[in-house]
Each structure stands twice: as structure tokens, then as C-alpha cells.
């Protein structure tokens, strides 16, 4: 027979091993382990950012050889508004501007104010039109109005503040522009680019709800920032909820074109 205390005195191989040792490099290994995870997190975040840049690079010609033709079009007559960044990109101001100059549109609405209300207008100036602006900033308002008098098209515009309130859509309450839409049909083009992303998810949703009944046949939607993730879910909502609205083209990387047939 074995003695039991004889059997829990022997050495077993477990004995050896250093525990506190293995404790140490247990934690180690977590440590690396998220350390690891952080630092893939952040290559990918720096693909995304180069991704980007990339693209814009390539763009950047297409850019170049707009503002030329913007030039050689419409001679400048004071400092020219900034474009990019907050403001639209050249190669889709030049998009429209071409458009309203073969369509003879007669109306455009345009939400959100800036250098476009500047080139906009000097397009409808030429073909007789008239552009409708709202703006929510009074701020804004106020540089606008000033640059559409130093391009000398201040008559062409209806620039209006049009503060963000509460407003009904099918898809829940926005806070969006304040807007009186008496008197503003057959609309030619409808230029979305306001109010900022920031003023809450879906921001700018109901620019169409707001103004479908008023586009004419073969209207144009020009929807900016269409690289952000809201305004491409904005404009499915738009496609699935108005029959008449189909995709159109693409201007750049940030803007789409829909049309009404
Ligand atoms: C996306 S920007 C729209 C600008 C305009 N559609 C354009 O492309 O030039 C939206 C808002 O930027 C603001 N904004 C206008 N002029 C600005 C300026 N000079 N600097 C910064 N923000 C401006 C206005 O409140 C405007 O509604």
C-alpha cells in the first residue's frame, strides 16, 4: 500500500516551472497584444487618410483645368471666392454653370450659400435666370450678399435667411430651413449643399421632400459631399422615395447629379 503523505511529498514536474515568471509574461503578451491591435487600427486609419489624398490628387488636374475655363468664361471681377473645402470643387461649379448656360434654366434653388451663389449667378445672369439661396447663417448671409455685389450679380440672387427649424418629414422631424416655397416652380436645378453636416444625422434629407412637386421635368439635383456616408444614405432614401428621381452622373469624388424625369 502507498503512503499518502509519501506521495504528496514527490517532486512533480509542474514543480520546476517559475509561475511567477509565467504570470509576467502573460501580462506582457496582453500588453503587446493591444498594443498590436492599436497600431493596425492606426495603418488602417492612415490607408483611409492616403486613400484620399490620393484620389484628390488625381483630381486635382481635372480642378485645375476648371478654374482656367472659369476664368476664360466669366473674366473675373473681383477676388475670387475661395472653392474646395467648405465651398464646392471647380470641375462641379463647372458642371452647372455649363448646364444652366445649354438648359437656359430658368430657376435654380440653391440651399446653403457661398462661392457656388457666385458662379451661379453669373451663369443665370447671362441666360436671363434667377437663383433662389438659402442660407441659415446670417453670418454667411452677410459675406455672400457682399461678394455677389463685388461680382456685380447681386440683382440675379434672392439670397434668403432662412434660419434651421423644426421640420415634419415622412422620415421623422430635421431641423432644416426655414423656407416659403410660394412661387418657386418649374425649378431647373436644385443645388443641395446646406445646412452644414453638423447640424444633425441626415441634415440636409429634406431639400427633396421639400421641393419635389416644384422641380420642373428634367430638373437636376446637384447633391454635394456625396463622399460622406449621410448624404449617400440621403440620397437612397431620396431615390427609393421619389419615382420620378434617378441617378444621373457623378462630378469628382464629392458631388452627384440626379434627375427627374
Ligand atoms: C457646404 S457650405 C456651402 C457653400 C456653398 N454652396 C459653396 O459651395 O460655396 C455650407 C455652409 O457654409 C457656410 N459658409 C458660407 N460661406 C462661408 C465661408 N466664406 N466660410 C466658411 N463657411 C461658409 C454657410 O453657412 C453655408 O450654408
Redesign the pocket.
Known amino acids: 500500500m502507498t503512503d499518502q503523505n509519501e506521495t504528496d511529498a514527490s517532486p512533480t514536474p509542474l514543480d520546476d516551472v517559475p509561475w511567477a515568471d509565467v504570470a509576467a509574461l502573460r501580462a506582457e503578451v496582453a500588453e503587446l497584444t493591444a498594443v498590436v491591435g492599436d497600431v493596425s487600427k492606426r495603418v488602417r486609419q492612415m490607408q483611409r487618410v492616403l486613400t484620399i489624398v490620393n484620389r484628390q490628387t488625381r483630381e486635382m488636374p481635372a480642378d485645375f483645368q476648371a478654374i482656367q475655363e472659369f476664368l476664360a468664361r466669366f473674366p473675373p471681377r473681383a477676388a475670387l471666392?475661395?472653392?474646395g473645402g467648405?465651398?464646392?470643387e471647380p470641375s462641379a461649379?463647372l458642371w452647372m454653370v455649363e448646364h444652366i448656360a445649354r438648359q437656359r434654366t430658368g430657376l435654380v434653388v440653391?440651399?446653403?450659400?457661398?462661392?457656388?451663389?457666385v458662379w451661379l449667378a453669373r451663369a443665370l445672369q447671362e441666360t436671363g435666370g434667377r437663383l433662389v439661396t438659402f442660407?441659415?447663417?446670417e453670418?454667411?448671409?452677410a459675406?455672400?450678399q457682399a461678394q455677389l455685389e463685388a461680382h456685380a450679380v447681386a440683382d440675379v440672387v434672392d439670397l434668403r435667411h432662412a434660419p434651421l427649424v423644426p421640420t415634419q418629414t415622412e422620415r421623422g422631424e430635421f431641423s432644416w430651413y426655414d423656407v416659403d416655397t410660394a412661387g418657386l416652380d418649374e425649378i431647373g436645378l436644385l443645388?443641395v449643399?446646406?445646412?452644414?453636416g453638423n447640424t444633425g444625422p441626415l441634415a440636409r434629407y429634406p431639400a427633396v421632400p421639400t421641393f419635389a412637386g416644384h422641380l420642373a421635368e428634367g430638373a437636376v439635383v446637384v447633391v454635394?459631399?456625396t463622399s460622406r456616408r449621410d448624404e449617400r444614405d440621403m440620397v437612397d432614401h431620396w431615390l427609393s422615395e421619389q419615382p420620378r428621381l434617378r441617378r444621373d452622373r457623378q462630378l469628382g469624388l464629392n458631388t452627384e447629379v440626379l434627375r427627374v424625369e
Open positions: 471666392p475661395a472653392v467648405w465651398a464646392m461649379l440653391e440651399c446653403g450659400s457661398g462661392t457656388s451663389t442660407e441659415h447663417s453670418e454667411f448671409l459675406v455672400t443645388l449643399d446646406g445646412p452644414p454635394d459631399d
